[in-house]
């Protein structure tokens, strides 16, 4: 490692004293690759100058860069915070795109492709100033390239529409079906030339890439399932978990799959898996409804024997199923799992997507709806247990009235997405009562609506009739349990007991002591300290 902090033996020094006699003779690229070869070391193996005289003649050449230097432009310094070539390059691939590429559709992978691996991530953005964020940026790239791609992909060889696939994984293009149609008709003809590594990239891509949602025909994925097993021997443990999600979340897993592969991998290995792989995994087995004992045993004990940390990034899955099973097998002892998870469960706050739920026009013209014609009184975008977000609740009668909306329907299909089913299974398990409303379907109803969602309500309500004493105490019961579970886990135990101690005193004011993320939006539950009745 020290090699690479210092320069101790003089390498880097002995490259650049010849190179800086004639540095402006070279031509750009050249420049371009002297400072690629030194980018990957930290700090930088060349001396400050000769950075600053290489990005000096970049700079003044920069109109004279042709196709080749500026992806290579773009590939050097992606990951540079002070160097502001992003938007240059931007703009002119994007004014010239057709110059560029023409009838290529090697070129035209080539850009998209470079074009998601070097943009600037969220941060960069905010320090360079830039007003689009990724999804707008994205959004003027598929609009721009979208009358090259109808025409060029046809034309493409698989490397390529690989290449595409994961372009279109990380610009998550809604509402382009034609364009995936395009796409999947030009992979499906190349099917008898793929490679386990193709494969696996194809079917990952398409498993996200409308904005998380797996995307595709049935007929896409009864072919891809087929082409499986070809390759299920040849595939590493985050590449098996990676084709297994996608599967499940476009709810195309066969029994086959399900009992040949998933389950008998998921016995054998469920002890050793990473973390990577574990989400992947537990995803699959949420969404197939797997409730094998032994199975979630394993899970329980992998975590609890895990020797870092849960990253935020892969914690939602085993969040839901930490709070799944805690429901169903209360004496099961989390105790190791919940240190491994603390910080990842700190963190985790489902409030902070409020503001995108209520933003949505949908959202804000069924809250009017539901006030204004039956005088409902609903509660919008409510947090439940931090688990799934209900987009409206009737207290204290604890009915949902749960939206599926374009996003929550899988494209190609009427069918609801996997994660959208679990929403309403973890409701519906925690006691709720639930009304459907598929967007699609509640529009084309037009005059009817009102009729059809009456009977829905009156329905609903004569199963969950108000009685305010019963209710309110199993909502506090609820609420006492959920902030005790949070306070252990974000603080300790013994503050957790010090917790249960002043609500049987009736002291909520010591409420605002405890460290939880959503400290207002819980205890706004609290209204009357009478009406509160705290389990023995």
């Known amino acids: 490692e020290l090699r690479y902090k210092e320069d101790i033996f003089g390498v880097w020094a002995a490259i650049e004293e010849p190179v800086m006699k004639v540095i402006h003779k070279l031509n750009v690229m050249d420049l371009i690759k002297y400072e690629y070869a030194s980018v990957g070391t930290h700090p930088k193996a060349f001396s400050p100058l000769f950075h600053q005289t290489i990005l000096g003649l970049i700079n003044e050449d920069f109109d004279q860069c042709g196709l080749k230097e500026l992806l290579h432009l773009w590939q050097t310094y992606r990951n540079h915070k002070r160097v ?17 590429i023409g009838e290529d559709p090697k070129v035209l992978a080539q850009i998209l492709y ?10 960069a953005r905010r320090e360079e100033g830039l007003l689009d964020n990724e999804e707008q940026e994205s959004g003027k790239v ?35 079906h034609d364009l ?6 030009a992979i499906l003809k190349k099917k008898d030339a793929f490679d386990a590594f193709s494969y696996v990239n194809i079917v990952y891509a398409f498993s996200k890439m409308e904005k998380g949602n797996a995307t595709g025909t049935d007929a896409f994925w009864e072919e891809m399932d087929k ?15 990676r084709v297994l999600y996608a599967f499940a979340n476009r709810d195309s897993m066969s029994e086959k799959m399900r009992d040949e592969v998933l389950l008998p991998y998921t016995r054998k290995n469920m002890l050793k898996l990473d973390y990577a792989v574990l989400h992947n ?36 899955p085993l969040h839901i199923a930490r709070k799944m099973l805690k429901d169903k097998y209360p004496k099961w002892n989390f105790y190791h799992f919940d240190i491994v998870a603390m910080e990842a469960e700190r963190y985790l706050v ?3 997507r409020q503001d995108d739920y209520k933003r949505d026009p949908f959202n804000f013209e069924m809250c009017a709806w539901f006030r204004n014609v039956f005088e409902l009184n609903v509660n919008p975008v409510v947090e439940f247990q931090n688990t799934v977000m209900i987009d409206f609740a009737v207290f204290p009668n604890n009915i949902a009235i749960m939206l599926q909306k374009e996003f929550d329907t899988l494209p190609f299909t009427s069918r609801p997405t ?22 699609k379907e509640f529009k084309e109803l037009g005059v009817n609506r009102e009729q059809w969602f009456k009977e829905q309500l009156d329905k609903a309500m004569e199963e969950r009739p108000y009685n305010d004493h019963v209710d309110m105490v199993r909502s506090a019961e609820n609420l006492i349990q959920e902030l005790y579970e949070r306070i252990s886990v974000i603080e300790s135990e013994e503050k957790a007991d010090e917790f249960l101690e002043l609500i049987k005193k009736g002291d909520f004011s010591a409420l605002k002591n405890y460290k939880l993320p959503n400290f207002e939006e819980i205890s706004a539950q609290i209204t009357d300290p009478d009406d509160f009745a705290p389990p023995e």
């Open 227 to 241: 082409q499986f097993y070809k390759f299920q021997g040849q595939l590493d443990d985050l590449e098996l978990s």
């Open 84 to 100: 502001r070539f992003h938007t240059k390059i931007f703009k002119v691939i994007m004014d010239k795109a057709e110059e560029f």
């Open 418 to 439: 996997p994660m959208y089913k679990l929403r309403l299974k973890i409701l519906q398990d925690a006691g709720w009562y639930i009304i459907n409303i598929n967007q």
């Open 281 to 316: 995994i537990v995803f699959c087995l949420l969404y197939q409804n797997i409730e094998e004992e032994e199975i979630w045993k394993d899970f329980v004990r992998n975590i609890s024997y895990q020797k870092y940390r849960v990253p935020i990034l892969y914690y939602y």
């Open 350 to 352: 489902l409030t902070r």
């Open 142 to 176: 598929v609009e721009r390239f979208f009358p090259l791609l109808i025409k060029l992909i046809p034309k493409m060889e698989l490397p390529e529409l690989v290449h595409t696939s994961l372009a279109f994984l990380m610009l998550k293009p809604m509402n382009y």
């Open 114 to 123: 470079s074009y998601v691996n070097c943009r600037p991530k969220r941060h």
């Open 180 to 185: 995936i149609l395009k796409l999947e008709r």
